[in-house]
């Protein structure tokens, strides 16, 4: 997947996330709704004046936008979480608490 795709597929991710249609982010944007399928379907590549009326719009940063943590397999990400578990249990143990709590917040929805 090349980085049109990539871009393409988080800015949509983002957007459903966000609660956003296609046309209710065109509209905010400023650009076509088939400009904005194009974009998301990895056919086109953002203006930077898009791409900043895009992270405005979808209340995000670019590092967010484009972090590519999200494509990496399940299984990997799983070993890292657990990696980093065991250098907090090491280095930091009263932050495991935080992270206790963390983890139970996203179970809550």
Do not use: C, W
């Not at 871009?7 to 609660?19: A, D, S, T, W």
């Not at 974009?39 to 979808?58: H, K, Q």
């Not at 940063?61 to 943590?69: D, I």
């Not at 990400?77 to 206790?100: C, R, T, V």
């Amino acid at each position: 997947m090349g980085i049109k795709e990539e871009l393409g597929e988080k800015i949509k991710r983002m957007r459903i996330n966000r609660g956003l249609t296609q046309e209710q982010l065109s509209e905010i944007i400023d650009i076509s709704q088939r400009a904005l399928s194009a974009i998301e379907r990895g056919e086109n590549f953002v203006t930077s004046e898009t791409l900043d009326r895009i992270i405005s719009a979808l209340n995000t940063t670019s590092e967010e936008l484009f972090a590519t943590n999200h494509l990496k397999d399940s299984n990997i990400l799983i070993e890292e979480i657990e990696n980093d578990i065991q250098k907090i249990k090491q280095n930091a143990p009263q932050k495991l608490e935080i992270l206790y709590n963390i983890v139970k917040s996203f179970l809550k929805e």
